[in-house]
């Protein structure tokens, strides 16, 4: 899959894709998986920062409406 977006100023590359690169898979996998399930912020909904040995991570945690979800509620978040 090609990039949506690249962007590289100074030291920073970033890169929106529907599917990231094989060898930051594992960890954006960690970090959705622990911004959806372990770490909370008050309320549930939020920002959220936490680190792990890949870095850190600044997660904003929402739901939205969804009548045929279960709990009539999906969970959603945007990282960086």
Same mark, same amino acid.
């Given at each position: 899959?090609? #990039?949506? *977006?690249?962007?590289?100023?100074?030291r920073v590359l970033a890169v929106s894709s529907r599917v990231p690169p094989p060898a930051a898979y594992p960890a954006a996998k960690r970090a959705v998986m622990r911004a959806l399930s372990c770490e909370?912020? #008050?309320g549930r909904e939020g920002p959220v920062l936490f680190t792990d040995s890949a870095g850190a991570? *600044?997660?904003v945690v929402f739901k939205l409406r969804d009548r045929h979800a279960l709990g009539a509620a999906r969970w959603y978040s945007l990282l960086v």
């Open positions: 899959h090609q #990039p949506l *977006l690249a962007s590289e100023r100074g909370v912020s #008050p991570v *600044l997660a």
